[in-house]
């Protein structure tokens, strides 16, 4: 696997993450209600908690992947021909 092929797996792999824990451990403004704000909005999103939950989820995830087409156990090359 190239470097450039790596990354781009890495970059697919966090996104997905990320988007799978946004919704998770947020609380929603019940009361609070401004104008021209989306009353589902979340109070603090903890973006920062969810960015660094994401690097180390995808981290494993790719190690996983690597080690898997690294080695041959995922070889969709073979499936191809």
Do not use: H
Not at 18 to 40: H, Q, T
């Amino acid at each position: 696997m190239s470097i450039t092929g790596s990354i781009v797996i890495y970059v697919i792999i966090w996104w997905i993450v990320f988007f799978s824990l946004l919704p998770i451990d947020v609380n929603r403004k019940k009361f609070k209600k401004i104008e021209g704000e989306d009353p589902g909005s979340p109070e603090n999103p903890k973006i920062l908690k969810k960015f660094i939950f994401t690097t180390g989820i995808s981290l494993v995830l790719f190690l996983i992947i690597y080690y898997l087409v690294q080695y041959n156990y995922l070889n969709l090359r073979k499936f191809l021909m």
